[in-house]
């Protein structure tokens, strides 16, 4: 296979391209990484010119350019089917394959009032104008793949389905969102899977480069 290069936005606040990274880097899938900065001058006239879709993320491997997110993620569990990106099972599959369909199309207000905000935290905000039910429904769809589907496994290491999967780069974003505006009320089990996620290897070296691009 040709070498793969990702191409994302900054990262104190791309939460897209975070998404893809994150798989990639925690998944141990080898790529290159080109970054486009956004809300300059210059980065329309850039993402028209690299970008398929006009927004990053996008990936290329060779000939092949794979834009959107969730599009990416399922080019890469086509390309690797040894990594597993997806739960093996059919039952765990589609409920994973649901919540990160539900995350990629909705949460139009945790989008919009609480944008992802890499460095910071403690920023407090309002919960108000649909945040709070969004917090809701992601906090009940974390304690439910974990109850249903992540406890129950043999060799669990504290995912939503147990093994590092596409639905855990797809909400990871929301992770950060969560510790940049929270403390937000979720269940022990939501609590849990937040801080085994922020204490990954891959968070941290996301969070490292985002600091480099602000110099902090
Ligand atoms: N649905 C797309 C959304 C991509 C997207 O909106 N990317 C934003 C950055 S987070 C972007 O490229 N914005 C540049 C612009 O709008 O000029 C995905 O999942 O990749």
């Known amino acids: 296979m040709a070498d793969l290069t990702l191409t994302i936005g900054d990262k104190n606040l791309s939460s897209w391209s975070f998404r893809p990274w ?35 993320p996008f990936l290329t491997d060779g000939d092949t350019q794979v834009w959107d997110s969730l599009a990416i993620a399922e080019y890469l569990s086509d390309c690797f089917p040894e990594k597993k990106l997806w739960p093996t099972d059919k039952q765990p599959r589609a409920f994973a394959r649901s919540i990160s369909a539900e995350m990629h199309s909705g949460f139009p207000s945790l989008r919009t009032v609480w944008p992802m905000m890499f460095t910071r935290s403690d920023l407090r905000h309002t919960t108000s104008g649909g945040v709070a039910k969004d917090i809701a429904r992601v906090d009940d769809l974390w304690t439910q ?8 496994q043999a060799n ?55 600091k480099a691009e602000i110099g902090a």
């Open 156 to 210: 669990d290491q504290g995912f939503l389905f147990g093994q590092f999967s596409i639905a855990d780069a797809m909400y990871a974003p929301v992770v950060s969102r969560f510790l940049t505006y929270g403390p937000v009320e979720v269940s022990g089990a939501s609590a849990r899977y937040m801080e085994l996620i922020s204490s990954l290897p891959a968070w941290g070296q996301w969070k490292a480069g985002a």
């Open 145 to 152: 793949a974990r109850s249903r589907f992540g406890n129950n």
């Open 22 to 56: 994150f798989l990639m880097t925690q998944a141990g899938i080898p790529f290159a990484e080109e970054n486009i900065k956004l809300d300059r001058p210059e980065s329309r006239k850039d993402l028209n010119e690299k970008s398929p879709s006009g927004l990053v």
